[in-house]
């Protein structure tokens, strides 16, 4: 049995028909504006960024480290955020974004289990160097 692939299906836009679009065009330019987005001086409108599935990995990685905490929540809560960005929000100052990097199922099981504690004053960084030498 054949399934198509949904990025195969071509949308049309315009009521004319002259424009056509395909899926991959729609997501190229949802991933550009949630990429704008994150650089956005609104935080509203980073948090929306960070929110989003689509949201590119580099523009996560830039809002894992913007100043408001609520944009930090939202990445450490994104499934698809890049697994080293846990790695710096596991030691987020604020409790609610580590908390949310621990309820992440994303999250790396190796961060999970640092944050759990009871590893002295061994940084995150420490850690998981050990554990990867081992």
């Given at each position: 049995?054949?399934?198509?692939?949904?990025?195969?299906i071509k949308l049309h836009v315009s009521l004319d028909g002259k424009?056509?679009?395909?899926?991959?065009?729609?997501a190229r330019a949802e991933a550009q504006v949630l990429a704008e987005c994150a650089r956005h001086p609104?935080?509203?409108?980073?948090?929306r960024a960070a929110s989003s599935q689509t949201t590119p990995a580099e523009s996560l990685s830039y809002l894992r480290r913007d100043l408001h905490p609520?944009?930090?929540?939202?990445?450490?809560?994104?499934?698809?955020?890049?697994a080293e960005d846990f790695v710096v929000l596991a030691e987020d100052s604020d409790p609610?974004?580590?908390?949310?990097?621990?309820?992440n199922p994303s999250t790396p099981p190796l961060v999970k289990i640092w944050m759990r504690g009871g590893y002295g004053d061994m940084s995150l960084k420490e850690f998981l160097e050990t554990a990867n030498a081992d």
């Open positions: 049995m054949s399934s198509i692939h949904p990025r195969s424009f056509l679009f395909t899926l991959d065009d729609l609104d935080p509203n409108e980073r948090m609520h944009v930090r929540l939202r990445v450490a809560d994104n499934i698809c955020t890049p609610q974004v580590r908390a949310a990097v621990l309820n």
